[in-house]
């Protein structure tokens, strides 16, 4: 009994769930209905109202999004009778940033020039040849001149030292380096002996500027004004007064020099830098000169390997004096074919000329061949030049010659040989042996009746044998040390018994050594074994040989000022370049430099 009726119950039980869950089913099937009905209603009743728009904002973005309800995950139930215009739209949304901008690194190499601009270089020479100057006075603590950038700056010098020698030097610049780069030099130097009127003094300014015209041509310009004053203190006698005016020698120089040149090359391939320098010269015993001089060098690329060159030279002189008036012309040309291959290169050409009215035709053959080892290289040649002599060149060699009626031009014809190069990243060297042919060489011989002056002989032919050597050490920027040394053998002299006044042997140094970061040794020495004169019987002597040794230091003090120090003649080697005429002994000379100015890279 009690098991029919659990069985009831049971039955009973399931049917009552069934029926609960029916009418579950019914309910949310009927409530979906009606949310479809209220669907269709609103889209065919539908009334656009002014909306009220809430929307969120996304930087510099607005967005209002108003979509059917349909069209939602949540829609906001909207009663059939709206008594308002404005009315809320929500919708979800989920805010994100933008994608943050990413720089590119990627490496592009710069677009190629639509044109190719060929680049002409001129790169000095690091060798370099001793001439021998008979100043009488040395140059004291001077710049060293290196490669580098335009420095737009301005300096100050001042020293004194014995023998009453003041010094005085300035240096500025002007320009950006790029459309213009000016400079101005002045100095001035004087010294006084312990023997008469053994006085010097030495006055220069100078002007020099490169101009840019356009891209493609730049002018180049100099002016110059040079003051010399010494007097004839050779063989004169302490304690006895001298007229000073009679033996005073004083010569002005004044001259303007202007060239072009390109600094590209053109279409026409051709290179060109012509020159025009005018001087005037003047002394204090009436002697006047003036001189043009014209140089326009021009150069054809025809291909890689051949080049044809053009030279065209004047140099035009007129001088007067008391009893003389002398007008010196000198015109040549220099037309010549180069061959530039990897291994070699070859000069071949003529040099036509016109020496006043003598019309001379001189050769111009040169070659320089790499051997195996490209920093070696094999030198020859057959050349001929001219030294042009004028009153102001020969002044300048020796400033106690007598006034001269007549001037005349050496020409010289030589063939030479040798070698130059390069071992090691330091050492470089230079030899070369020469066979030369001079015609018409200014000699200085002494007078022996008691004059103090030297005669200018002209010797009308003169051969001479040397031989040439230079050796270079050279540390980046810190060290440089260069050695020369030339021999001369005179022979073959037609009017004169020896080569009066020229020195056979020489031999010169320059080193410059940075010490310390701000300490700089600078040095130069120069030795020879004398020049020939007469002595007052008329018998022929040599001079003692010679050795000038200068030393100099600068060194960096504090900004913008420096300290300076220069001893000529350190071994105080009285010795004599020209007869009766001695140096000053040891010279030294100190004093301070003041840089200022702006440096423009």
């Known amino acids: 009994m009690k098991n029919n009726f659990n069985q009831m119950f049971s039955k009973n039980l399931c049917w009552r769930q069934c029926l609960k869950f029916g009418v579950l089913l019914l309910l949310i099937l009927f409530s979906l209905g009606s949310v479809q009905a209220q669907s269709r209603h609103r889209r065919k009743h539908r009334v656009k109202h002014p909306v009220k728009k809430h ?3 996304h930087k510099r973005h607005a967005v209002v999004a108003v979509r059917s309800a349909e069209q939602k995950k949540d829609t906001a139930t909207i009663p059939d009778a709206i008594t308002s215009k404005n009315f809320t739209v929500t919708s979800a949304f989920t805010p994100s940033l933008r994608d943050a901008s990413k720089i590119n690194f990627s490496a592009t190499t710069a677009l190629p020039s639509p044109e190719k601009i060929p680049l002409s270089y001129n790169v000095p020479a690091q060798n370099l040849s001793f001439t021998y100057q008979p100043s009488f006075l040395r140059p004291l603590a001077a710049n060293i001149d290196t490669a580098s950038v335009w420095r737009n700056t301005d300096f100050v010098k001042l020293g004194y ?7 005085l030097e300035g240096g ?5 380096g790029y459309n213009s780069a000016i400079t101005l030099h002045a100095k001035h130097v004087s010294s006084k002996g312990n023997l008469p009127l053994q006085q010097f003094s030495k006055t220069g300014i100078d002007a020099s500027g490169v101009f840019a015209l356009g891209e ?14 010494q007097y004839e203190y050779g063989g004169l006698i302490p304690g006895v007064n001298y007229d000073k005016d009679s033996l005073q020698r004083r010569y002005n120089d004044i001259g303007v020099k202007i060239g072009l040149n390109n600094k590209v090359k053109n279409t026409s391939a051709i290179d060109y830098r012509p020159t025009i320098a005018i001087d005037a010269f003047s002394g204090n015993r009436d002697e006047h000169e003036s001189t043009l001089i014209i140089d326009a060098p021009f150069a054809k690329k025809i291909s ?3 080049s044809a060159k053009l030279g065209i030279t004047a140099n035009i002189s007129s ?8 007008n010196n012309h000198l015109v040549y040309l220099s037309p010549s074919i180069a061959v530039n291959r990897p291994n070699f290169k070859l000069n071949v050409g003529v040099i036509p000329s016109f020496d006043n009215s003598s019309f001379h035709l001189l050769p111009n053959v040169t070659l320089d061949a790499k051997l195996r080892d490209e920093r070696f290289i094999v030198q020859a040649g057959w050349i001929g030049y001219y030294n042009a002599n004028t009153y102001r060149s020969l002044t300048r060699y020796n400033p106690w010659i007598e006034v001269p009626n007549n001037f005349y031009n050496t020409r010289v014809i030589e063939a030479y040989g040798g070698f130059k190069g390069a071992a090691g990243d330091h050492f470089t060297y230079n030899a070369r042996a020469s066979v030369l042919s001079l015609k018409d060489v200014p000699l200085f011989l002494n007078n022996v009746s008691g004059a103090r002056e030297f005669a200018v002989l002209n010797e009308s032919k003169m051969n001479d044998f040397r031989l040439h050597g230079e050796l270079g050490y050279n540390a980046k920027e810190d060290f440089s040390l260069l050695v020369g040394l030339t021999m001369n053998n005179y022979t073959g002299l037609k009017n004169n018994a020896e080569p009066w006044g020229l020195v056979p042997i020489e031999l010169t140094g320059s080193l410059h050594w940075n010490v310390l970061k701000h300490l700089l040794l ?4 120069s030795i020879n074994n004398g020049a020939q004169y007469q002595d007052a019987s008329g018998q022929k002597q040599r001079l003692k040989g010679a050795a000038d040794w200068n030393v100099g230091a600068e060194y960096h003090l504090i900004k913008n000022w420096d300290l300076w120090l220069q001893v000529n003649n350190l071994l105080n080697n009285k010795y004599e370049r020209w007869v009766n005429y001695p140096v000053l002994g040891t010279n030294i000379l100190g ?11």
């Open 55 to 57: 929307a969120v904002i």
């Open 161 to 167: 030292g014995n023998y009453s020698t003041p010094y």
């Open 172 to 176: 500025f610049s002007f320009g950006d």
């Open 216 to 229: 493609k041509n730049e002018l180049e310009a100099r002016a110059y004004f040079d003051h010399n004053n």
């Open 304 to 306: 890689e390997t051949f």
């Open 319 to 326: 001088y007067k004096a008391d009893t003389s008036t002398v």
């Open 522 to 525: 600078k040095s130069d020495i």
């Open 591 to 601: 004093g301070i430099i003041f840089n200022f100015g702006d440096l423009k890279k």
